[in-house]
């Protein structure tokens, strides 16, 4: 019975997968205005200048420059769901109505929901770094604490700082790197890290204390260029502060709730000596060992410093070498171990760091050993229960600014010279950063994000490029540059995204879902698609064949028997950095192309593109349907040069047509390529095999008849035989590229996942399977733990988005399947994991062994899941609701620092959502910061 009942499932899902067809009704994107004090389209009366999220509430909390009354320091419930969406002001008695604010940060235990906020406010109505006293107040705003004005690092006599120059908290201390007396710059002698603690309840004043000894006092902890943790212990000259310039008086402050220590991002110069050492971050904790006084490690050993032309970020040995450290944060990965993100980098002689340049360094973290737990950890050093616990203490173990594992976004973002980058945001495996700048052709703005990708072990193997998919690129209503936002946050728990921007930064928007508006893409779609979209493919910036040859990029949307062609964006170069010029306008045949199948192919429920390089002509479009395999080429058969792509009324889109591939027989359920083969899964069934999966191989070749010549068509994988013998559906693949001893990771090796109903299986050819001829060559080998009795019916594998060669081939995908948690065959629940591999033999590994909670003992019951989209950060899933459809819910990751499980949320909250009852696929789409979604009531879109 129990096998039945599993039988009953996998027909059902595949039954699902290709033939399911439901009329959509047309439906109709704008951004919400959370409103405050402002009349709309603003939020506030003053510009909007700092922000604190707290994750396990919730809420935001937004501070402005003086004069915004009561709504000085903001409150949005990002989880609350009310609407209309509105800003909590200040209790009327709070000292902070109508004060600017000019830091603030969050002061908190990990997981605690009775967080407090760290605030400086200004010291005059636009005197920045002149206030001398912080203060403590409750998430309500109702307590707050206040403290003295703060002493310098000089003890006698002792006075009052110049300044505060940052701010970080626990929830027992505030940190403040201090100036010193007389209005010196920061780094000058009598710099250093004030320290006060909190009260408990708020109410009393912060007790300052003696920094150096932990003891009550007034006395800030020295930071100047002479500390070892700055110049080194070895290096034979002192370190100095940069006295000109954006970056005077800036300090990079950082706590971290989880491994319990401070990060202090210094601007400072080597000394005018070769062997000049400079580290522009400390690490910092109060130790208990010692009466919690502050003890200051350095960020790397002396010995780890490669020197010369060699940059390793953070620190470097010569003269002259220039840090301009200006933001830091902490990432801990999903996998298990953590990440210093440092926003800046080190240049020789006088030349202006890249400005763009955003790194994350692997840390220590092994709190056993406090004087290396959180510094900078041996990069080559294998994991030790997830974790990086060797520091790094020998040339060569420090990741330098061309390590693929440490250059976020896989390049520099384009900024002008001397633009810094507005806010950076880091949760999960994601890196947000945003820009105020003007659009133009040198010049990216809005909300960006990259994605780490993972090796086997856990370790951060590459980024994706920087990728605008997490704001609308005209977020910004009535507004001189509606693209560019200045503070940003994301909610994990809700997938709630919140940006700052407008006009002096008074508006502050969320996305929402919503239906479109004329002239946009969703509107168009919502006009033109046949029945229900059940496919969509990205053509994005870092698609293989694009750098260097067109400047389109386009996006398509399958129908019944039909193929919309859009193009989204152009870009001003043809490169992987190039801004791009988003297309707002959809009613123009430059931008917007439907195509009709040959009649009786079906619903379109794949979509793909060849993805080949200049100066061949075997560029193809894929369409996969019940009916077979189409292809869109010119009549005659023949392919297209990458060259050729350009607007949407030209050729080769307005002269090629779809055509039916006969060699490939039966349901085309999947088709994927990174540009080496293209990897087709058919179905079929005859009297002699019922239900037979299939996946071919099939090398690229200049016309349709050469490429699909049954001598160039290879089966590499059939269900029910050799060593998937066990295995009766096949259900998605998917693309692991891999590197073998001596090759360069350039995506030109690959191996298959294969979902099953029997685990999940991988391609392990020697090589890559891109050269496989026969199954047994692929050799295909079921992954360990991928079939156990409560997990092991695998209905689809989820891809990062903009993983492509050779810029960042995919190492890392998301497998889902059905488990059945009571163990009585019934196949009711679901799982999604994380797979990771780079080695063609093996092994790809499930990294972290639970990927939805690192909570331990803890399990999620989640329905059946039918798709999955993950940056990293916000996990979306279309999941079974009642009995009575597919709805979208976040699967939250609840990591330590929320402090609990959270339940799935099935965004019925939203008024949009809340209306449909069927969700068939959820992406974003290129650089428009759109994330679609296709329903029962058409393309909706958070916008």
């Known amino acids: 019975m129990a096998f039945l009942r599993g039988t009953l499932m996998i027909h059902t899902l595949f039954y699902y997968m290709i033939s399911t067809l439901i009329m959509c009704a047309h439906t109709l994107s704008a951004t919400t205005l959370i409103t405050g004090n402002g009349t709309v389209p603003n939020s506030f009366i003053q510009p909007a200048r700092v922000r604190a999220f707290d994750p396990v509430t919730g809420n935001l909390f937004i501070g402005t420059a003086p004069g915004n009354g009561a709504y000085a320091l903001s409150l949005f419930a990002m989880r609350a769901g009310i609407f209309p969406l509105s800003f909590s002001p200040l209790p009327a008695a709070s000292p902070l109505v109508n004060q600017g604010i000019q830091f603030l940060a969050l002061s908190a235990a990990p997981g605690s929901t009775n967080a407090n906020l760290a605030v400086v406010i200004y010291g005059g109505y636009n005197a920045l770094f002149n206030q001398t006293s912080a203060l403590v107040t409750n998430t309500a705003r109702t307590l707050t604490s206040v403290s003295p004005q703060f002493n310098d690092a000089i003890s006698a006599p002792p006075a009052v700082t110049s300044g505060i ?22 780094g000058a002698l009598g710099s250093g890290l004030a320290v006060a603690q909190i009260p408990s309840p708020l109410g009393t004043p912060l007790v300052t204390l ?38 005077v008086n800036q300090v990079a402050t950082y706590w971290d709730p989880l491994l319990q220590r401070l990060y202090l991002g210094f601007n400072i110069q080597t000394g005018a000596n070769p062997a000049a050492i400079g580290k522009s971050v400390i690490v910092a904790y109060p130790d208990p060992d010692a009466d919690n006084a502050i003890t200051f490690s350095p960020i790397a050993a002396d010995t780890a410093i490669t020197g010369g032309a060699v940059d390793e970020i953070v620190v470097g040995r010569g003269t002259p070498i220039t840090f301009r450290t200006r933001n830091l944060n902490v990432l801990h990965a999903s996998t298990g171990p953590s990440y210093l993100i440092v926003y800046g980098n080190q240049t020789v002689g006088t ?31 294998p994991l030790q229960n997830f974790k ?21 976004g896989a390049g520099e973002f384009s900024l002008p010279t001397r633009a810094i980058l507005s806010d950076i945001f880091v949760w999960g495996d994601t890196v947000y950063i945003v820009s105020s700048e003007s659009q133009n052709s040198t010049t990216e703005s809005g909300v960006f994000y990259s994605q780490a990708q993972f090796d086997a072990q856990g370790k951060i193997l590459r980024w994706t490029p920087w990728t605008k998919r997490a704001f609308p690129a005209n977020g910004f209503v009535n507004a001189q540059n509606p693209e560019a936002a200045s503070l940003f946050t994301v909610d994990p728990v809700s997938a709630t995204v919140v940006a700052v921007g407008g006009n002096n930064n008074q508006q502050v928007r969320v996305a929402t879902w919503s239906p479109g508006v004329s002239p946009g893409l969703i509107y168009y779609l919502n006009q033109n698609v046949r029945g229900c979209s059940h496919a969509v493919l990205d053509l994005d910036q870092s698609t293989r064949g694009f750098e260097g040859n067109t400047l389109s990029r386009y996006a398509l949307f399958g129908g019944d028997r039909q193929v919309i062609f859009t193009r989204v964006s152009q870009a001003y170069q043809p490169t992987i950095t190039s801004p791009q010029e988003v297309i707002l306008d959809f ?19 794949a979509l793909e593109y060849s993805r080949q390089l200049t100066g061949t002509t075997s560029n193809y479009f894929f369409a996969g349907t019940p009916a077979g395999l189409y292809v869109f080429a010119a009549p005659s058969g023949a392919g297209f040069d990458v060259n050729n792509l350009s607007t949407l009324s030209s050729s080769p889109f307005t002269t090629n047509i779809w055509t039916r591939v006969m060699n490939i027989p039966g349901a085309v359920i999947d088709i994927k390529t990174t540009g080496n083969v293209l990897y087709v899964l058919s179905y079929s069934s005859t009297s002699l095999q019922p239900m037979a999966l299939t996946v071919y191989r099939i090398p690229f070749a200049p016309t349709i008849a050469q490429m699909f010549a049954p001598a160039n068509i290879y089966t590499i994988a059939q269900s029910r035989v050799g060593s998937l013998s066990e295995a009766i559906f096949f259900y998605k693949i998917a693309i692991i590229s891999t590197t073998d001893s001596g090759q360069l990771p350039d995506g030109s090796q690959e191996q298959l996942v294969l979902a099953t109903n029997n685990g999940l299986y991988k391609s392990s050819t020697l090589g890559g399977v891109q050269a496989a001829i026969n199954q047994v060559a692929a050799n295909w080998t079921l992954i360990p733990g991928s079939r156990r009795v409560t997990a092991s019916l695998y209905n689809g594998i989820s891809i990062i988005d903009n993983a492509s060669i050779p810029i960042s081939p995919p190492s890392t995908v998301f497998p889902f399947g059905l488990t059945d948690s009571g163990n ?22 499930f990294v972290p062994l639970n990927f939805i909670t690192d909570i331990p003992n803890i399990t999620i019951d989640i329905p059946t899941i039918y798709d999955f989209w993950t940056d990293g950060t916000r996990r979306y899933a279309i999941i079974s609701y009642q009995c009575t459809g597919r709805r979208l ?19 019925a909250l939203d008024p949009l959502l809340d209306t449909t009852s069927d969700v068939f696929w959820i992406r974003p789409i290129g650089a428009t910061g759109l994330l679609l979604a296709s329903t029962n009531r058409g393309i909706i879109g958070q916008s």
């Not at 955003?358 to 973290?365: E, N, R």
């Not at 060797?390 to 976020?408: F, I, K, M, N, Y």
């Not at 430059?590 to 199948?597: D, E, I, R, V």
């Open 165 to 186: 120059v940052g701010i970080a908290a626990s929830d027992t201390y505030v940190f403040a790197p201090v100036r010193p007396r007389g209005g010196a710059n920061f």
């Open 587 to 605: 009613s123009s045949s430059a931008n917007f192309l439907p195509t009709l199948l040959p009649q009786g192919a079906g619903p379109v429920y």
């Open 210 to 247: 003696d920094a150096n000894t932990g003891f009550i006092g007034n006395l800030a902890k020295p930071i100047n260029g002479t500390i070892t943790q700055i110049r080194g212990d070895t290096g034979p000259a002192p370190a100095t502060f940069l006295a000109t310039g954006p970056n």
């Open 351 to 381: 030349t202006l760091a890249l400005q763009g340049n955003i790194f994350a360094l692997p840390l220590v973290d092994n709190p056993a050993d406090p004087t290396v737990h959180g510094t900078l950890a041996n990069a080559q050093a």
């Open 824 to 845: 009585c065959g019934l196949y009711n629940t679901s799982v999604v994991r994380q797979l990771a591999g780079t080695a063609s033999t093996g092994p790809f590994n």
């Open 388 to 408: 990086f616990v060797v520091p790094a203490t020998a040339p060569g173990q420090l990741l330098t600014d061309v390590s693929a594992a440490a250059l976020v």
């Open 889 to 907: 819910a976040v699967i939250p990751y609840a990591g330590s620092l929320l402090g609990y499980n959270p339940a799935i949320s099935f965004l």
